[in-house]
């Protein structure tokens, strides 16, 4: 939450910043040089995101975490500059390149961006084969493709509802902690839910006020003896379609299912998926 020492901002931004420094110095002693509409843009796109770099380390939201109180902020801003850092250095270059005739200073100005170009590829160069085993096994650009092989039961329920539920009808689903498979359903067919990550509420309100009651609900509408209780709970955040499959199950250990079997009926499954359509008007 302290302010970002100078030796890591040059590791972080540095590179970005040699060819902002080198365009700024060849405007300033490129004689007889008009700016162009492409340089004034440039221009533009350098204070923008030297503003978003600067701004987080004096002005922050508040986050939830007591030892990065000011992460999101900085993640949130430093992800749009250095998109936008990339354009102006990839331009930058290729102009100095073009308009530079001085063959020393190109020889200096090249080298060095081959230095820093070369150390950035580092990165990918691991990266990409760590994660993805050196290219050999294909993951596809489709986003719940992993869903196919992790819980492909689950794969066929959301593309079921894609195409056969409108409109926003609350789909209840088991809750769990960010970064897990949990709020499947939601996320991957845009339905609102009860409760989703439940981590990633309190961070977005700043309260766990909202949150703590919403787990105990979902928790009592998946294993309440009482069906009273259950139809309150299901009236009250206005639940359409009840979801029961593998990760509601390993969450809810003493999931009820009768329940929903008295107050709704099933309009899917296949192996280990259902869907339940709650008829709000019944009861």
Same mark, same amino acid.
């Given at each position: 939450?302290?302010?970002?020492?100078?030796?890591?901002?040059?590791?972080?931004?540095?590179?970005?910043?040699?060819?902002?420094?080198? %365009?700024?110095?060849?405007?300033?002693?490129?004689? !007889?040089?008009?700016?162009?509409?492409?340089?004034?843009?440039?221009?533009?796109?350098?204070?923008?995101?030297?503003?978003?770099?600067?701004?987080?380390?004096?002005?922050?939201?508040?986050?939830?975490?007591?030892? /990065?109180?000011?992460?999101? =902020?900085?993640?949130?801003?430093?992800?749009?500059?250095?998109?936008?850092?990339?354009?102006?250095?990839?331009?930058?270059?290729?102009?100095?390149?073009?308009?530079?005739?001085?063959?020393?200073?190109?020889?200096?100005?090249?080298?060095?961006?081959?230095?820093?170009?070369?150390? !950035?590829?580092?990165?990918?160069?691991? $990266?990409?084969?760590?994660?993805?085993?050196?290219?050999?096994?294909?993951?596809?650009?489709?986003?719940?493709?992993?869903?196919?092989?992790?819980?492909?039961?689950?794969?066929?329920?959301?593309?079921?509802? !894609?195409?056969?539920?409108?409109?926003?009808?609350?789909?209840?689903?088991?809750?769990?902690?960010?970064?897990?498979?949990? $709020?499947?359903?939601?996320?991957?067919?845009?339905?609102? =839910?009860?409760?989703?990550?439940?981590?990633?509420?309190?961070?977005?309100?700043?309260?766990?006020?909202?949150? $703590?009651?919403?787990?105990?609900?979902?928790?009592?509408?998946?294993?309440?003896?009482?069906?009273?209780?259950?139809?309150?709970?299901?009236?009250?955040? /206005?639940?359409?379609?009840?979801?029961?499959?593998?990760?509601?199950?390993?969450?809810?250990?003493?999931?009820?299912?009768?329940?929903?079997?008295?107050?709704?009926?099933?309009?899917?499954?296949? !192996? =280990? $998926?259902?869907?339940?359509?709650?008829?709000?008007?019944? %009861?």
């Amino acid at each position: 939450c302290q302010k970002s020492p100078m030796w890591q901002l040059m590791i972080l931004y540095g590179f970005f910043y040699f060819f902002v420094i080198s %365009f700024i110095l060849f405007l300033k002693f490129k004689k !007889n040089y008009k700016l162009s509409k492409n340089d004034i843009f440039i221009l533009i796109l350098i204070a923008l995101s030297s503003l978003l770099l600067i701004i987080p380390e004096f002005i922050y939201i508040k986050d939830i975490y007591p030892m /990065h109180y000011r992460a999101n =902020t900085m993640f949130k801003l430093s992800y749009e500059a250095f998109i936008m850092l990339s354009i102006c250095s990839s331009y930058i270059l290729i102009k100095l390149l073009s308009d530079i005739k001085d063959k020393l200073i190109i020889f200096i100005f090249l080298s060095s961006s081959l230095i820093f170009i070369s150390l !950035n590829l580092m990165y990918p160069f691991f $990266a990409i084969g760590s994660y993805y085993r050196n290219l050999t096994n294909y993951q596809s650009l489709n986003g719940i493709k992993y869903l196919s092989v992790s819980y492909p039961d689950d794969y066929e329920l959301i593309n079921w509802i !894609n195409k056969n539920i409108k409109e926003q009808p609350v789909t209840l689903e088991a809750s769990g902690d960010s970064y897990t498979d949990y $709020a499947r359903i939601s996320a991957n067919t845009g339905l609102p =839910t009860v409760l989703g990550w439940s981590v990633h509420e309190w961070l977005w309100r700043g309260t766990y006020d909202i949150v $703590a009651p919403r787990i105990e609900d979902v928790k009592i509408l998946y294993t309440g003896n009482g069906i009273e209780s259950v139809k309150i709970l299901l009236k009250e955040y /206005h639940i359409s379609y009840v979801v029961i499959s593998s990760l509601e199950k390993e969450k809810y250990p003493n999931l009820n299912e009768n329940n929903f079997k008295k107050i709704g009926r099933i309009i899917y499954q296949n !192996n =280990t $998926a259902k869907l339940y359509k709650i008829n709000l008007g019944e %009861f």
